[in-house]
């Protein structure tokens, strides 16, 4: 942390500014120049988190230099880490796809859309059980009906589930059919949740904030990562920005700047991120050239009649084609090794 | 709802659009021009809120005309509501003031910081027992022996008692100690956490999330009154947008787009809506010159000795100064009648 | 400035930084910790701004931590300037209105607008001669034609001239016939417009930009101020946001920023902010309580007629009870001195 | 577009706005139900842009469904577009590559980087003689000095020459020696700067604007267009977003949604939609597998002694690195036919 004085700080309060930092086990340097002095603060940061210096006399701003996260940083633990879901390997060669419906609607249309799901070559279903909608009118899942067709269609065809779990009492249900959990955008900062899924210990899908940061995003993996979960695999499903034409505005840089921040994997989410079924298969090419580590994307075995978000769903068709396109590019990367990352 | 058909559409596109609308028991009307083919909807827009419209074959767009939440709405209840909290009034002709520090710290801190409240003229004190914090590491409150603090609080000074609860089994334990409870910004779209507070019945202080667009915030509402809560109370605290010299942007505006669109009270908190104590003063200010019923502010004995967001806090000195302001300007307005709100 | 080096720089690298700082004349300090290696650089940052620290070995990323503007600062100028234009003062003890439609659309509408204007109390007739519009079949104005009748209007009324100039070509001819430039949201990093408005000496309305920071905003002015000219006020307009039920989000809190960073005055533009004619009247009295120094509204003879922003154009009636509601809260604001603002 | 009533509204009010929309030559469809009315406008849009239906008695608010651009949408021209510039086609089979440095900072510098640009496979050279920056004491560029160099450039490698014009007074300068002229982010609504490229024919680069919507950016490239000049080739460089640790956020989706709207080109620029210059080969390969029609880079002999954006900026080796990538991705994706727009 840099505390920058304000021009008219007194030596008296520079004095009170250091016995603060000097109370708390920190280290405190002080660079005066002609019209500035400024206060730098070397060590750990959590010491600092509940010292208000911003409030004291004297000083302007302060400028946080370093990260409050640490488990889930490469800086702790340089190596990618791959996530082992159910045998299936996320972080390592292949990009693992997770595709299905939005949300779990019948019987029919999972067995339907899995089937469909597991000929193009996708590893896991998708599907929502526990639906957060924006309006209390709206269609809100079929619970624990809906997980027991996802168990059902995993019977079936060998794919393995990742279905949201909204509430903490529903943690343990969830937990008992999906082989992942997956936090949704609304819930990234329930820390109560992220506790909880912490504790349960499987394996977790997080996806961003609506408006969260790279930042608070990385201290949404640490809160579940502190309570001895370390499998959490981050999923990039765009932010929201002025522009109204996508649903979301998708960033894409999010790939590389996680990859560089952290050692945890992350897929992208082009269905979410952009509200378009057009716009799925060149930004789900793209994530992968990005170097993501999969994707999730949503197919319907029939959009038209989805209850939910049907205008960014896929057909089997456009489903088929997306997938062989991701197939042919990612073997094409491996090949040539395009992705290994640049670092000095 | 509106639906754009793409100018290539065909007539029998069209017809399965108006059969589909025709199918939930809507009425569909079609307005052809030379380049330009669109269809309307009229009716109860929940009944569409299922139908992916979009997903259609030769449907361009849709965009939606009507509100998807109704008892919030001020079309539903013409009538500004008062929201009655333990005998205080919220929306009458006084503002109501809730203040106190972000978090209670301490038994010495909290009865230090009451006594200046309750001196102040505040009618509420507020303080976090438990706190929603971006990092893990950082203080997260006293739990259930702060709620003890504040209930001790107020039988000293008679203040009613606001403060928030995250999680769904805190529920019950802050109800039986609090006056009105709090749904912080980051919980604002946990809709499971919404439904129970709508159920156990208190009145509760509904906080703008992070980034949420007034429709959502409305929605949210609906959630606890649709549960049989009548007793929800707006709070504008600033929302997320590219500006960094603000730890938030306060959309002042909010409070005059709430008071026409919901029949429900709004207060404004300028503490956390800018994060900078200066800027405190100038926007409570104004916040009651737009018309809010109310608001809230960090107040610490010792901003500089706080555990969380000091820099926002106001000293002892600047909270009586701010006071005073607050009950000048609130008392002329309402004198002159300068906040009648303009309607046709 | 402060450089933080990455965890594994080596002495070399931070040698070859201190070596470049001091190669432009500054003096830097280094922090060294267990982890984490800082430098801090003192002095004048414009020595800095065209050194590239960030692509240095070893370097992680730099914090700036000085303005990078100089005569617009309140540490530059810590008095509040007067702004005197053709003899009103903006910045002085009564806040100045600026009043008048969005376009001027023919003879009529305008001498019909200036005696509403004039008779309701306000100093200055605003209306846009050259309009920058989004598309390029939409109105563009009257040009030198609409120039002429403000002037005519000035003559018959008294009221000052305030317009916007697009280009630089313009400059001379509105120039000649306003006693204000307007520089437009849209071009408030056209530097090259802004260079020769410094050059030109008149007094300048710098709109915010629709994404402009503070410091942005900051700058632009510097920019008119380094060629000479010191009458800049600023004018806050709404920033954009992910917000659509309003045209922009009025950033109210602008007001109070920009009072304490610069020595400069401020009004707000309600109309554009909001772009809705009800919520003009809130958002008057919000901007005058927290502390503006005046006020640009949008009124029309009749609003329904406008060739632009007709929706958040005030009708005469409501114009005159806009400006009654102004005068008596600004006259009691004065008389209780509510808002001399507070520093330490 | 479509006008919605308010619940209140009058038959009178009703009959009112069908008036005015038939005075213009449109036609007006009334569609009413039991507590909603709604008026359907058909026709072309650029009519209705001058009549504030929304300050008409009665109305609620309208809702745009018809795009104000015409000559830049894909309706107008549905093939895609090759823009011709000296030869090199944009749009056509192969990415083209625009790299260089930010500046042009010396005659020495340019010739250098000209020399590793075209090694690597470039086509175009970039480097900016006037330089818009936010502060006027930061490096503005060398100007006509700087033009001269970037000629004998490409005298000496036979690179085409893009650079940024950003006064109408400079273009006829800047025309004289560039092959395209390059219209930056913050005169992207400088309109009366983008007649005049419009008027003087050479081929532009439109940048988006910092905060631009893609229905202002499209009607950008409209004002262009109009005044005669079909080649406009559009560049996305990143939005502005409250996430900070990106200099922009990269807008990729936005390569789909330009291809889809306009038969117009776009290339991406990863140097200024991250200011990161590690995170510039991950983004320049997910733009080509997006399908965009080149990249802008930013290459400087040594970017730590670059005099503006050394920190974006690649080195030699990294450009050599990414233009391999960028060339055998591009020839596979080419080769497997995997680019080729969904369309119904």
Known sequence: MVIIMSPEATQQNISEVVEVIKGVGLDAKIMEGAQQKI????????????????????VDHSV????????????????????????????????IIMAGPCAVESREQLMEAAEIIKAGGAQFLRGGAYKPRTSPYSFQGLEEEGLKY???AREKTGLKIVTEVTTVEAIEKVAAYADMLQI?????????LLKEVGKCGKPVLLKRGLAATLDEWLNAAEYIMNEGNPNVV????????????????????AVAAIKHLSHLPIIVDPSHGTGKWRMVKPMALAAIAAGA?????????NP????????QSLTPE????????IQKLSKFLKDEKLLSFVED
């Open 293 to 301: 580590d999969g994707l999730m994307m949503e197919v319907h075995p």
């Open 64 to 95: 946080s230099i370093s990260k409050s996260y640490k488990l889930a940083s490469r800086e702790f633990h340089p190596q990618s880490s791959i996530i082992n879901v159910s045998g299936i390997e996320i972080g390592g060669d292949e990009p």
């Open 184 to 192: 949704g955008a609304r819930n990234m900062q329930n820390f109560g």
């Open 318 to 325: 456009h489903y088929r084609d997306v997938m062989s396109g």
């Open 150 to 152: 996802l168990a059902e």
């Open 304 to 311: 038209a009649k989805a209850l939910s978000d049907g205008s």
């Open 39 to 58: 206060i730098g603060v070397i060590g750990d940061k959590t010491k600092m988190a509940s010292i208000p210096v911003d409030a004291m006399q004297g």
């Open 234 to 253: 981050f999923c990039e499903r765009g932010i929201r920005t002025y522009e109204t034409y996508t649903r979301n505005t998708l960033d894409m840089s």
